[in-house]
């Protein structure tokens, strides 16, 4: 069972934990990271989950997501994710990330990476992830459009695209 730090609107850590599947209490919520990385061509590495995961079966994703456990920090939690679903080693030691979003039960931090690793280089399948390839905004745009892609806001996809190789708002 995955148990969760709860924290308060704030981001302040409650000293609470809930176990994922739980209902959240009024007032709580929970820590979410996403790792992007991308390619010098621009493309992002995107992941086709396998067709027995609970939620989005077998559609793609962004490059790696997941809830950070008990007592992980968003790097943490972001390094762990990485490794977990294509088996990469990520060190994100003093990097923020790159963009939150917040939801209705927590807070989603984005890092966005540039780093050209070779595919054939993963360790694939895992038990999460049945593959990965790079993919243009386009074609991430038209897969969602398709139905194969999970229906992330595309206006976040040009986003997270458009902010790639710089933090902040300006260009």
Same mark, same amino acid.
């Given at each position: 069972? &995955? *148990?969760?730090?709860?924290?308060?609107?704030?981001?302040?850590?409650?000293?609470?934990?809930?176990?994922?599947?739980?209902? +959240?209490? !009024?007032?709580?919520?929970? %820590?979410?990271?996403?790792?992007?990385?991308?390619?010098? =061509?621009?493309?992002? =590495?995107?992941?086709?989950?396998?067709?027995?995961? &609970? #939620?989005?079966?077998?559609?793609?994703?962004?490059?790696?997501?997941?809830?950070?456990?008990?007592?992980?920090?968003?790097?943490?939690?972001? &390094?762990?994710?990485?490794?977990? $679903?294509?088996?990469?080693?990520? @060190?994100?030691? @003093?990097?923020? !990330?790159?963009?939150?979003?917040?939801?209705? @039960?927590? +807070? #989603?931090?984005?890092? %966005?990476? &540039? @780093?050209?690793?070779?595919?054939?280089?993963?360790?694939? !399948?895992?038990? $999460?992830?049945?593959?990965?390839?790079?993919?243009?905004?386009?074609?991430?745009? #038209?897969?969602?459009? $398709?139905?194969?892609?999970?229906?992330?806001?595309?206006?976040?996809?040009?986003?997270? +695209?458009?902010?790639?190789? *710089?933090?902040?708002?300006?260009?």
């Amino acid at each position: 069972m &995955e *148990t969760w730090d709860v924290y308060d609107r704030d981001r302040n850590l409650t000293g609470k934990q809930m176990n994922r599947g739980d209902t +959240f209490d !009024p007032g709580a919520y929970h %820590l979410v990271i996403h790792v992007c990385i991308f390619n010098q =061509l621009g493309q992002m =590495l995107i992941q086709q989950r396998q067709p027995d995961k &609970e #939620d989005w079966k077998d559609m793609w994703d962004l490059t790696v997501g997941g809830s950070a456990i008990a007592s992980e920090t968003s790097q943490q939690a972001a &390094e762990r994710e990485v490794k977990e $679903e294509i088996g990469y080693i990520l @060190n994100l030691r @003093n990097r923020r !990330p790159s963009l939150t979003v917040n939801f209705e @039960n927590g +807070f #989603d931090d984005y890092y %966005l990476i &540039e @780093n050209d690793l070779k595919t054939s280089n993963l360790s694939l !399948p895992t038990e $999460e992830v049945k593959q990965v390839k790079w993919a243009s905004k386009e074609d991430i745009v #038209d897969m969602i459009s $398709e139905g194969l892609f999970i229906p992330y806001h595309k206006s976040l996809i040009e986003v997270l +695209f458009d902010m790639r190789n *710089t933090m902040g708002s300006h260009g």
